[in-house]
């Protein structure tokens, strides 16, 4: 279940459905940004982390890394949010850094079917 669902309707930058002026949380902005505009942009997760993945994958091996391994979708969703603990670790903890943590749990979410587009 996604966190819109959970919250009872879509989710618009004011908060959720029957709350107007409350502040969205960071998982309900996560989620509106992965459900929304990111799903209009690029697609479903699921087809979009696997171009990513065949990209890690295309580039590990140029390096020796990651010669006879295929990432997966799962992979390079984990790696994305890697890149966002990396950032806090090196540059603090910022709202749109913890919106993007949020958003690469929903995705993988996504990938592998615990929730539902």
């Known amino acids: 279940m996604s966190v819109s669902s959970s919250v009872g309707g879509p989710i618009g930058e004011e908060g959720a459905v029957g709350e107007p002026g409350r502040p ?4 309900e902005e996560a989620s509106r940004l992965v459900m929304g ?10 087809v979009n982390f696997k171009a990513i993945a065949d990209l890690f994958t295309a580039y590990l091996r140029g390096t020796g890394f990651a010669a006879g ?11 994305m949010l ?5 950032r806090v670790a090196t540059g603090g903890t ?3 850094t913890v919106v993007d943590q949020a958003g690469y749990a929903e995705v993988t979410a996504l990938i592998v079917g615990l929730d539902e587009m």
């Open 24 to 27: 969205e949380t960071v998982l």
């Open 94 to 96: 910022k709202r749109d």
């Open 37 to 46: 505009n990111r799903q209009a942009d690029y697609g479903h997760p699921r």
């Open 69 to 79: 391994t295929d990432l997966t979708a799962v992979d390079a969703a984990q790696l």
């Open 82 to 86: 890697l890149v966002k603990v990396a």
